[in-house]
């Protein structure tokens, strides 16, 4: 093991880059973006690890629990805008490939207002718990309901504004590398919140609902 | 908001009042004044001297990697100062507060420092000294080398490096200004529920401790993610990942973890600020919290932290030894399995910072095996830097005595964690001074590796090697002092003293505590060493001037380059040929080829956006902590709408032409002639000694 054997004819080696490679752009720019995600992702398997802690019976300390208010179908709506608000965005990047700057446009305005119902949707329910008194300072049950809930609500409005922000460059700048890498990335973000949302509404609505 | 918060409250300045300035403290208001002078010092000669456009030009608004890393490295450096006196203040109260009939003063019944105090700064020690000493140290370093090893132009985002930076530079300076405005939190660095609770610690000091870290933990997911992209995509032509330099393995394992446990303490903190903030009732003692859930979220994150500290420094010791050792590094494969292995299991040992938690045997039992499973990967990394001096041609400088020296404290330090790891001693030591003195060898295994990195890749970014009489005076005197501080701390562990004794009640462990003493004043000379090391080197530096290769034994691609290395660092990118292609190519006579025309590259443009976001990221920080509503909601959106309008201008880039490339190539060339000129021949000797391959020193005599 002291040598690492050679392998390279030192008399006909390549010993410069002789071909100009250039480092694509796009791909770099979502690879990172992806490492971002994972993060992301790890913060909501943290934020899930403490509710999972918080949801026990005496977590509540005799205050609401979520099965008491927890209304599934009103969830389940929100779900669907949800997913509705992905599956337009994707036919705007299938726009993209055809080079179609209003069909992009156009997907992307309904993402957005399906992605605006979902959060008039959230913010109308817990508008309706805080009149019913039930705030994230009722139990530590609740705190971890409510912050779980309303961290994932969080990333829907940042990613809203995002929304906006790449109409607006798609609009004045076409597609251009920057504009189209960052299409994808805001794609790959709203996607995983979508899963995530998967996660929300069965491990907290529905498990919440039944238990 | 949903918490009543005790003392006064004002739209316009939120909790900030004049009595929140620590004005009578007799410790701090004099430090106050000497920090206002030195300010007005320093900003008066940079004035006089009219080195502002060169300060906001070259490096305020840099993007350039390297010197990004050396700003780091230069935060890091002041605040392992600030930490280091932090140190030295604990010592001297544990010193002077022992028995009844120890004297006081200012206002202290025991010592000098109140509870109150110590406690502050015991917590800022802990914290200063792994978030903001040792990570931006390891995160400068891993800036400037890693893209220069692998043969890249720059990280795969510059923007975002210096977004990183600035980020890490407001929770500094967020830390620094908790000194003077209000307090900071006393309930030790990694802090227990429910105590920092509202209404156990009604102050703003939590709350500077939760955004200071928020702030760190920002930074460094961002640089995690910056270097990991750099190395999966930004590697030059040839070098596969079977020929990947070590250190660039040991950054990469070290972000791995960096990414993925950031976002537990973000949570963690997130959620102790909802408490704070917002009366939730996560980690309370009633309304269904638990106290618990704290400290498991909080170490989920601890332990890999740990280990994302450790790994850069094992990295950094494992170029150190073959450079001067003269031979490759043992085991390459095994060390890059070791630096993974151990990445994955740091994250399945946190329980082992509270076996008392009383988690039942079961699950104590599955951390302790977890955790001296550590060892093996850890052993194996200690026999290959072990084979790799064995019948090398070792040379002892500077550099290598830190690095030998880190070995030894990994000995001790890995050894007392064995004993650690195993419950049924950790029940007897635990929140002893014996665990400070283990966590203490560990981490001082990363200091080492750190200033021996440091006299080992300074002459790569400033061109002139560092002087090595007072490199090596620093090293006896910090070894020194290291030996007098811990070893007593060892044996006042087994005899039971427990840790953050603002007060120790047992006079039998006055002389323990007095070689203590005596050991901190060690160490303080060894920093007057390290200033008076950059004194000397800097005035001296004309003589001490290097070549490209400053070592003659270097392996890895950053000893190809000029040294000082050139802002595009390769004029032309090199084609990756070995593992150690520089060593690869002295052997093979090869090594002074060079490249035959030179192209036009592209360079990011410098920006002044990263800075501005620094600040408005320390604003929104102190007006967390303080409660001033109006000003967190202007300087987030100033940094949202900051985002967005760079977002629309986007960076073009600027071009260096080939021929301009060439003129700033030859000039480098002719001044590296100059210097081997001056120089005497290097000393040259056989190709193989022993059984041990050894690659040629180069002889530019011949």
Known sequence: MSSHASTVDPKKAELWDTHHHSHDVISTRTLGYFLYLLSDGMLFATLFAAYGVLSYQHSYFGGPTPAEFVKPWYTFAQTIALFLSVLAYGFGMNALKHKNKSGLINGMLAAFVLGVVFLVLDIHDMSHLYSMGITLASSGGMSAFMVLTQVHATHIFFGLIWILVMMAQVMTKGFTEETVGRLLTLRMFWHLQAVIWVFVYIFVYLWGYIS | ?702
């Not at chain 2, 206002?107 to 105090?117: A, E, I, R, V």
């Not at chain 2, 997130?270 to 903030?277: E, K, Q």
């Not at chain 2, 977890?370 to 052993?379: D, E, F, N, R």
């Not at chain 2, 392996?555 to 000082?564: A, G, I, N, Y």
Request: a neutral charge; charged letters at 10%; one cysteine or more.
């Open chain 2, 1 to 702: 908001m949903l918490v009543d918060l005790p003392g006064g409250w004002s739209p316009l300045l939120g909790r900030l009042a004049w009595s929140q300035i620590p004005y009578a403290n007799p410790i701090l208001a004099p430090l106050f004044v000497a920090v206002v002078i030195g300010a007005i010092i320093v900003l008066g000669l940079i004035t006089y001297y009219g080195k502002w456009t060169y300060l906001w030009k070259e490096w305020l608004t840099t993007v350039d990697h390297k010197k990004l890393g050396v700003m780091y490295i230069i935060i890091g450096l002041v605040m392992l100062f600030r930490g280091f006196i932090d140190g030295l203040m604990i010592r001297t109260q544990q010193v002077w507060a022992v028995g009844p009939h120890s004297s006081g003063v200012f206002g202290s019944l025991h010592g000098y420092l109140t509870p109150f105090h110590f406690g502050q700064v015991y917590s800022a020690h802990g914290l200063i000294m792994i978030l903001l000493a040792a990570t931006p140290l390891l995160v400068g370093f891993m800036n400037i080398i890693v893209p220069i090893q692998i043969g890249a132009r720059d990280m795969a985002y510059p923007y975002l490096n210096a977004l990183g930076l600035w980020i890490t530079a407001a929770a500094a300076a967020l830390i620094m200004i908790s000194l003077f405005v209000g307090d900071f939190a006393h309930n030790g660095w990694f802090e227990y529920a429910p105590i920092f609770e509202m209404q156990y610690s009604p102050g703003v000091g939590v709350d500077y401790w939760i955004w200071t870290l928020q702030l760190v933990a920002l930074g460094t997911t961002l640089g995690g993610i910056n270097i990991l992209a750099t190395i999966i995509k930004m590697r030059a032509p040839g070098m596969s990942w079977g020929k990947l330099p070590i250190f660039v393995w040991a950054s990469l394992s070290a972000n791995v973890i960096a990414l993925t446990s950031f976002p537990a303490l973000q949570v963690a903190l997130g959620l102790v600020a909802a408490d704070r903030y917002l009366g939730a009732h996560f980690f309370t003692a009633g309304m269904g919290g638990n106290l618990m859930l704290y400290t498991n979220l909080f170490w989920i994150w601890g332990h890999p932290e740990v280990y994302f500290v450790i790994l850069p420094a094992f990295g950094m010791m494992s170029e150190i030894f073959p450079t001067f050792s003269e031979k490759p590094l043992f085991g390459y494969i095994t060390m890059v399995l070791a630096s993974m292995a151990i990445a994955g299991v740091s994250w399945l040992v946190w329980l082992h910072h509270f076996f008392t938690m009383g988690a039942g045997p079961y699950v104590n039992t599955a951390f302790s095996v977890a955790t001296m499973l550590v060892g093996i990967p850890t052993g194996v990394k200690v026999f290959n830097w072990a084979f790799t001096m064995y019948r090398g041609r070792l040379t002892f400088n500077a550099a290598m005595l830190w690095a030998i020296g880190a070995l030894f404290l990994l000995l001790i330090g890995g050894m007392t964690g064995m004993m650690l790891a195993i419950p049924a001693i950790n029940y007897m030591v635990h929140n002893s001074v014996f665990v400070v003195a283990h966590f203490h060898s560990m981490l001082l295994v990363i200091v080492y590796a750190i200033f021996g990195s440091v006299l080992y890749w300074f002459p790569k970014v400033f061109g002139f090697k560092l002087d090595e009489f007072w490199a090596k005076t620093m090293f006896w005197l910090f070894s020194a002092g290291t030996a007098l501080v811990f070893v007593p701390m060892y044996m006042l562990g087994f005899m039971g003293m427990t840790r953050r004794l603002e007060y120790v009640f047992n006079t039998g462990w006055q002389p323990y505590l007095d070689v203590m003493e005596f050991g901190i004043v060690v160490y303080t000379l060894s920093v007057l060493a390290f200033f008076i090391l950059l004194y000397v080197s800097v005035r001296d530096h004309a003589k001490n001037r290097v070549g490209a290769d400053a070592w003659g034994t270097s392996r890895s691609l950053e000893w190809m380059t000029h040294s000082p290395v050139p802002f595009y660092n390769f004029a032309v990118l090199p084609h990756i040929n070995e593992r150690d292609e520089v060593a690869w190519r002295r052997q093979h006579g090869i090594d002074n080829v060079r490249p035959e025309h030179y192209e036009d590259i592209h360079m990011p443009n410098n920006t002044g956006v990263a800075i501005i976001l620094g600040g408005l990221t320390f604003v929104l920080g102190f007006a967390l902590t303080w409660r001033i509503w109006w000003l967190c909601i202007v300087s987030l959106l100033a940094i949202i709408v900051l985002m967005i309008v760079r977002s629309f201008r986007g960076d073009p880039g600027y071009i260096i032409t080939g021929a301009e490339l060439q003129r700033m190539e030859e000039e480098a060339y002719r001044r590296e002639a100059q210097i081997a000129d001056s120089h005497h021949s290097h000393p040259v000797s056989g190709g193989v000694v022993g059984n041990a391959m050894a690659y040629q020193r180069n002889d530019s005599s011949k």
